[in-house]
């Protein structure tokens, strides 16, 4: 059974950096595409970044390029999202998720892309 459970999540100030993890178990990763999504109340999950289990595919949202990092540990299991620069927008629940139909295909960005989800971290922003 696949998990993916978030980590890192906490209160920063703005302009403070974060590092959010996702660990993942429960099968071979080997072929999936690893994404990246955030939540405001009232909103629509909102993409952030996405990646390929072999990193050789990665993509960001307009919103936060050049502010974020994706990046895999195959060993570890591990998808990690460095966010710079934070600003008050960037407060959401930010969730991990995967999908095994991504791999060599797909655009990353839509939440019906993936079929596994975690169960969140929240992130604040202040000032």
């Known amino acids: 059974q696949v998990q993916l459970v978030e980590s890192g999540g906490g209160l920063v100030q703005t302009g403070g950096s974060l590092r959010l993890s996702c660990a993942a178990s429960?099968?071979?990763?080997?072929?999936?595409?690893m994404g990246w999504f955030r939540q405001t109340p009232g909103k629509e999950r909102e993409f952030v970044a996405g990646?390929?289990?072999?990193?050789?595919?990665?993509y960001y949202a307009d919103s936060v390029k050049g502010r974020i990092t994706i990046s895999i540990d195959n060993v570890k299991m591990t998808v990690t999202l460095q966010i710079y620069s934070l600003k008050s927008e960037d407060t959401a629940v930010y969730y991990c998720?995967?999908?095994?139909?991504?791999?060599?295909?797909?655009?990353?960005?839509?939440?019906?892309?993936?079929?596994?989800w975690g169960q969140g971290t929240q992130v604040t922003v202040s000032s």
């Open positions: 429960g099968r071979s990763f080997s072929r999936y595409g």
């Open positions: 998720a995967a999908s095994g139909t991504l791999y060599g295909s797909g655009t990353y960005t839509h939440e019906y892309e993936y079929n596994y």
């Open positions: 990646i390929d289990w072999s990193g050789a595919r990665i």
